[in-house]
């Protein structure tokens, strides 16, 4: 028995369950305690611009002709990981899509099942709905766009490896919440559809979503799941070096 390959198996699912479980079990007791609006400039992506297509921000960009930048409040790419189900049900709807390959858009359930909700290979106005038993709660958002692998809302699910080299987490989802209008209380979600996080413009789907609030991870909690994959790093460079041994 490889006890190095099994304590590398164990800190990546152990780390992923525990996350789960945590991030639950913080927002059922401090939610009350938690403002998941406030954010300091440190913790947000950068948005880049396009000459292209339409921009996400600014004036006239997607979101302003959308909602108006007026009844937007962005949230802290840190505590828009996991979501919980808030209403009867969760419903989902295409807002905009800047890029040539098909998006299927859905959420990733407890166990890591990936649920399509919209696909949408031309941009076109669609909606779908999910409730509580579809998903559990929390859950995490997914997209999985034609040509790239699944990306998830929550940074830590991607994160590339090629052989014994891992990238950092990669965030490849932005989120506002929808303060004023006829959308109050709606939650919209812009994705960057590429690997490393391509061109920054998250403009490549916009979804609005209706019936779910964000789950704060604390800090603490992501410090833990940092700390839990540089451990997988240092298992797998100690088995690479062994392996070497072993053959000399």
């Known amino acids: 028995m490889n006890i190095i390959n099994t304590t590398e198996t164990c800190i990546h699912v152990c780390g992923v369950t525990l996350i789960t479980f945590l991030s639950f079990i913080y927002s059922s007791v401090n939610a009350s305690t938690i403002n998941p609006l406030s954010y300091s400039s440190g913790s947000l ?64 359930d407890g166990n890591g099942n990936f649920s399509s909700l919209l696909f949408v290979p031309d941009m076109n106005t669609q909606s779908s709905a999910f409730t509580i038993n579809d998903s559990g709660s929390p859950f995490r958002f997914g997209l999985d766009p034609s040509g790239s692998p699944l990306f998830s809302s929550d940074p830590l699910d991607n994160i590339y490896c090629h052989g014994h080299s891992c990238s950092q987490p990669n965030d490849h989802m932005v989120s506002w919440l929808i303060t004023d209008g006829v959308y109050a209380g709606d939650y919209v979600l812009a994705w960057e559809d590429l690997k490393h996080l391509g061109d920054h413009d998250y403009n490549d789907l916009v979804v609005r979503v209706s019936g779910a609030s964000v789950v704060p991870v604390p800090s603490s909690i992501v410090l833990l799941m940092s700390g839990m994959l540089g451990l997988a790093s240092v298992a797998r460079r100690r088995n690479k070096t062994n392996s070497i041994n072993d053959r000399n």
């Not at 006239?60 to 189900?85: C, F, H, K, M, S």
């Open 45 to 108: 992506n950068y948005i880049s611009t396009s000459h292209y297509e339409p921009g996400l921000i600014g004036e006239g960009g997607i979101l302003d002709t959308a909602y108006g930048l007026e009844n937007l409040q962005r949230i802290d790419d840190n505590l828009d990981r996991y979501w919980n189900v808030s209403g009867a049900e969760v419903t989902v709807s295409s807002v905009a899509k800047h890029v040539g390959f098909s998006q299927n858009f859905g959420f990733i």
